[in-house]
């Protein structure tokens, strides 16, 4: 069916990207040629009143919602780390109901003429939105996605904001990509449990991503 389906939308002239179960990934390639790029790991936590705090003095960036930066700014960094524009996406993304969106933002002097002003520049984003816990499953959970940030240090700090947004009891998922080895270092060393492995795979080349700069991907679906 995804053969036929590529086909008849005149996209088999394009790079499709896709996420695998592991047992499944010879079925794509045969199907559509696909190629196995890199693991995705699924983490599971718990949302919890036992927070880890962030000293102020610590924080490399400050994080504003997402609505006070400029969106052609967010839209050239999505782009920088996804690989390719996205900007309707995008917006349709960071405007569903119940999504927390953070903007990582840097403030540096915009010159020595002015030592007042300021210019800013966006060093990270993530969001977290609402989801069900599983398929036909009424209870509520949250999923992170995507946390793109340009150091350890954004990444860590936007991963902390958005898990302090989670209800005490409430799991939360993300999904990391194992190539970027500090996103894996973050989430097991604040607790979260691995539940499942998918492949991700592209017909043509790894997409452009910046792996070492995805935190947490956007969705399974998407990337």
């Known amino acids: 069916m995804i053969k036929a389906v590529t086909e008849a939308s005149g996209m088999s002239d394009?790079?499709?990207?896709?996420?695998?179960?592991?047992?499944?990934?010879?079925?794509?390639?045969?199907?559509?040629?696909?190629?196995?790029?890199?693991?995705?790991?699924?983490?599971?936590?718990?949302?919890?009143?036992?927070?880890?705090?962030?000293?102020?003095?610590?924080?490399p960036v400050s994080l504003v919602s997402v609505k006070e930066v400029d969106f052609?700014?967010?839209?050239?960094?999505?782009?920088?780390?996804?690989?390719?524009?996205?900007?309707?996406?995008?917006k349709s993304w960071i405007s569903q109901p119940g999504m927390v969106a953070l903007a990582a933002i840097t403030t540096t002097p915009a010159g020595e003429d002015d030592e007042h002003s300021q210019k800013t520049r966006i060093a990270g984003y993530g969001c977290i939105r609402l989801s069900f816990e599983s398929y036909q499953?009424?209870?509520?959970?949250?999923?992170?996605?995507?946390?793109?940030?340009?150091?350890?240090?954004?990444?860590?700090?936007?991963?902390?904001?958005?898990?302090?947004?989670?209800?005490?009891?409430?799991?939360?998922?993300?999904?990391?990509?194992?190539?970027?080895?500090?996103?894996?270092?973050?989430?097991r060393e604040s607790g979260l449990e691995s539940v499942v492995q998918t492949a991700r795979m592209f017909t043509k080349g790894d997409g452009g991503v910046q792996c070492n700069m995805v935190y947490g991907i956007t969705s399974l679906e998407v990337g």
């Open 137 to 187: 499953d009424v209870n509520f959970a949250r999923r992170i996605g995507p946390i793109f940030a340009e150091s350890t240090a954004v990444g860590s700090q936007l991963f902390d904001a958005l898990v302090a947004t989670v209800p005490p009891g409430v799991p939360y998922y993300i999904d990391v990509p194992e190539t970027n080895e500090s996103a894996m270092e973050l989430v």
């Open 72 to 90: 052609e700014h967010l839209c050239v960094f999505d782009a920088s780390v996804f690989g390719t524009p996205r900007p309707t996406f995008l």
């Open 14 to 59: 394009r790079n499709i990207g896709l996420d695998s179960v592991i047992n499944m990934q010879d079925t794509y390639s045969r199907m559509i040629g696909a190629k196995f790029a890199w693991k995705d790991t699924r983490f599971r936590g718990i949302g919890s009143n036992n927070i880890k705090g962030v000293k102020k003095d610590d924080n």
